[in-house]
């Protein structure tokens, strides 16, 4: 048998993520490390990300798709900005 949040789970999840959104002009992101599965846990009982999900669209409304590890991809980013300059000093310029 498939269980849902209740009503108690549904509010608080609605508590929480008025805490770990923030608005960006039209849309809502997350903050740092805050994710609809993130919020599910922390709400407990039979909240899932999928019940997060629901309620953040049905309260917040759209969100901005954002990049997952963004250290990483900058971390990246410097690795190659360092090889570029290696090879040729004034590639940016």
Request: proline letters at 3%; a positive charge; aromatic letters at 10%.
């Amino acid at each position: 048998m498939r269980k849902y949040a209740t009503l108690k789970e549904k509010i608080a999840t609605h508590e929480k993520l008025k805490e770990v959104l923030v608005k960006d002009g039209e849309y809502w992101n997350y903050v740092h490390p805050w994710n609809d599965e993130a919020v599910a846990k922390f709400v407990g009982g039979h909240t899932t990300w999928a019940s997060v999900r629901d309620t953040r669209r049905k309260m917040f409304g759209n969100m901005r798709a954002t990049i997952p590890n963004t250290g990483a991809l900058e971390a990246r980013i410097t690795q190659i900005e360092d090889y570029l300059t290696r090879q040729n000093p004034n590639w940016n310029k």
